[in-house]
C-alpha cells in the first residue's frame, strides 16, 4: 500500500522544488504572489539560491510530489518562523495532506528554537482560518493587503497573520485557582 510521506527538502533537491513549485503555480495561480510565466523562465542559479533561504517541505505519494509548504523566518528574527507557500495536488485534497505539511513545518521550527510560528491567511477565507485554527494558530491585529502577481493589492481584501506559539510564554502568570 502507498501512502503519503511527507519530508524536508535538502538543498541539492531543487529541481524537485522547482518543479512542485511550478506544478503549484500552474494549478491555483490565485493562491500565490508569483507567475508561473515568470517562474518558470529563471535559470537554475536561481533555483538554487532559493533552497539556501527557506526550509522546503514536500509531500510525496509513491514517487509523486503532490504538495509543499515553506518555513522560513519572519520579518528575519531568528526566533519567529513562518509557513508559506502552501499547496496540494487536487488529487489529494481532502485527505490531510496539508495539515501534514504544516505539522512538519510546525515540528522543523520548534527543533530550530522558533518561539512562535505565524501563518498568513486571507481574512474572509473561512475555511483557511479554520485550517489554520485548528493547529492552534491565532489570529492577531496585524493585517496586510492581499498582494497579487502583478505587485499591486488586491482592493477590500487583507490577510490577517496568525500565530502559533511554539513555546511556554514566560510572562504569562498561572492561574492561582485552577479548576
Known sequence: MTYIKVRLLVEDEWQLYRDVRLA???DAPEAFIARFEDEASYDDDFWRDRMSHATRIVAEYGNEPVGLVCLGLHNEDPQTGEVFGLWTAPSVRGQNVARDLVAVARQKAAEDDHRLL???VVSDNASAVGFAGGFGFRPTSERRPVRVADGEAEKDADEVA?????SADPTRTPNPYPE
Open 24 to 26: 503549484a503555480l500552474r
Open 118 to 120: 505565524y501563518f498568513w
Open 162 to 166: 496568525m500565530v502559533l506559539p511554539l
